[in-house]
């Protein structure tokens, strides 16, 4: 693992990179029990046990292809759960799709950004004793896959044309998340920016919807991350953990 001369708005700690690994979050957390700064990143070039939310999801990227990389962050820099920062971060992400490349993206809840109904990028946020993980996988040249995806990939070269090296792409992203976590407005944000927003959707309820299911209408994001819903009577609910299934919405 070499750290790289990458500019880091997040307190100037380090950049890692690693040509290969098991996993950028798993290396993140051991280098956080080695009492690095908060704010330091990791990123790879090949994964060989990435994952997304849903542990027996297997996400598959190709060989430095794709942006690939976990952000650090001590409990004291974010007053706010992994849930929310799972939102927050697919808001820097989105607004950096908007202004670099000029899309038009989604934030699908908890943690999915889709382009033109494909997804594009994943974040999967969790917290350790003291610290956040915030794994992110950019989709740049090639699309990622997993066996139980169930949106067809895309990458920025296939919606842009244009193609990126993950450093310069990583160099851009890092100051709109630390933007996106500071935003006063970042509900207002996510909620002009939320997939599915009014429209009808059945819930998978609990962890990999291991719950029941029953339909129900989006309504926007809570100040936790949590998913607002209203049924036909008019009832809210906030939904924490489920799978959302729109049909063919895209």
Not at 21 to 35: F, K, N, P, Q, Y
Not at 163 to 185: G, I, Q
Request: with cysteine; proline share 6%.
């Amino acid at each position: 693992m070499t750290e790289l001369d990458l500019a880091n708005p997040f307190f100037s700690a380090p950049v890692y990179h690693t040509e290969e690994t098991s996993s950028t979050m798993e290396d993140a957390a051991r280098l956080a029990g080695e009492d690095k700064a908060s704010g330091f990143v990791v990123m790879t070039d090949f994964q060989t046990a990435g994952r997304g939310r849903i542990a027996e999801r297997h996400w598959e990227s190709p060989r430095g292809k794709n942006l690939l990389f976990t952000l650090a962050l001590k409990g004291r820099d974010i007053p706010f759960g992994p849930a929310a920062l799972s939102l927050r971060c697919g808001l820097g992400l989105a607004i950096l799709l908007e202004t670099r490349w000029g899309l038009e993206p989604r934030i699908k809840w908890p943690n999915d950004l889709l382009v033109k109904g494909g997804k594009i990028a994943g974040i999967l946020c969790q917290g350790r004793g003291d610290w956040f993980f915030a794994g992110i996988g950019l989709n740049l040249a090639s699309p990622s896959s997993s066996l139980a995806l169930r949106r067809q990939p895309a990458s920025i070269r296939e919606v842009s044309g244009v193609e990126e090296k993950p450093s310069l792409v990583l160099t851009a992203l890092l100051p709109a998340l630390k933007e996106a976590l500071s935003r006063p407005d970042w509900q207002e944000q996510i909620n002009r920016r939320l997939f599915g927003a009014g429209s009808p959707v059945t819930v998978h309820a609990g962890a990999a919807g291991s719950g029941e299911s029953f339909c129900t209408r989006v309504v926007g994001v809570a100040p936790d991350g949590g998913l607002i819903l209203m049924d036909d009577a008019g009832r809210r609910v906030s939904l924490f953990a489920g799978e959302l299934d729109f049909g063919d919405l895209t």
